[in-house]
């Protein structure tokens, strides 16, 4: 087997794979690359592996117990049936790269991925390298969306996005209306109502029907949703898994931790949806103006591939890659790894990103033998 080289002892900048990010997605990728001999190298923006979770709001846990959200080859190391922080997971990541001696050049964004002949060609800053195969491992969820009218309300109002969003300190004295009533926006109203009064924006989203923290959701409720809804059932392979996958890539999924009851006796008010403002207020569909002190927008992040100068996307919302799990037909040796329901409602998760990145490893190595 030959060994793969580590990013100091590599000689220029041409390699067999490159892997662009160093998320959950790529270092799973290098993973299988590592354990069939493959040389590659994993290009990450973050000065830090794991930054992309530091980087969210502090109060932030997955949905999926410890026990599920290891990578192959290294099981997470907290007890089982916790669910680990987003710190927790970033520190996971940073341990996983060190334990497998992944060779990730750190403080690289690749801004620009191109087809030259039979070769693809990546930029990063000001270096350049090529490879015969590339492996975007970049998630869905790369720009924040705001709508556009946003920028129409009073600047003395606060406004953030979930991605900006770390704690309620950065809120100032005041309403906060919490716009997007999916799971990051329920679980930050939450926070937000124990010192502001607080408006919940947005249409129920449904819950599911058991608290993952109790007994028959750690035991029944979460194994049933994780190994056999998401991960077997809704896939690109069945039936309901084409039907649900649209939906899902427009709406998000039902809330998970909280439920509605927990909401109500917050004392948060659930409004319909912000369309507008007037006068620097937001605005309800049907009317209303909320007067608030700080708006929090969740609603949501849109993929970003403008830097790919390679015609593999399709014209539809939300713009994604025209490919078979991941494989591009089209474009022989580029790949996708970590997209929300690339292949199942899983993929984007760790207990699901492992089995698309060994898929995709695998016709990449059937390939270039």
Known sequence: MTSVRTTAESEGDSYETIVIGGGQAGLVTGYHLRERGR??????????????????????RLFTPARYSGLPGMAFPAPPHSYPTKD??????????????????????????????RRFSVRADDRRFEAENVVVAMGSHQVPSVPDFAR?????VVQLHSGDYRNPSQLQEGGVLVVGAGNSGAEI?????????????????????FRIDSF???????????RVLFHRVLTTDTPVGRRMRPKMLSQGG???????????AAGIDRIPRIDGVRDGLPVTEDGRVVEVANVVWCTGFRPDFSWIDIPVFGGDEPVEPRHERGVVADEPGLYFVGLFFLYAASSEILP??????????????????
């Open 39 to 60: 040389e590659f190298v994993i290009l990450d923006a973050g000065e830090r592996i794991g930054d992309a979770w530091r980087k969210r709001w502090d109060s932030l």
């Open 88 to 117: 927790e997971v970033a520190d996971y990541l940073e341990a996983y790269a060190e334990r497998f001696e992944s060779p990730v050049r750190l403080n690289s964004r690749v801004d620009h991925l191109e087809k030259r002949g």
């Open 152 to 156: 129409a309300v009073d600047p003395d």
């Open 189 to 209: 109203a939450l926070e937000a109502a124990r010192e502001h009064p607080t408006w919940l924006s947005g249409r129920d989203v449904g819950h599911v029907p």
């Open 216 to 226: 028959v959701g750690r035991h029944l409720g979460v194994p049933f949703v994780l």
């Open 254 to 264: 039902p809330l998970v931790r909280v439920k509605p009851a927990e909401l109500a």
């Open 352 to 369: 699901g990103v492992g089995r698309d990145a060994k898929h995709v490893v695998e016709h990449l190595a059937a390939r270039t033998n």
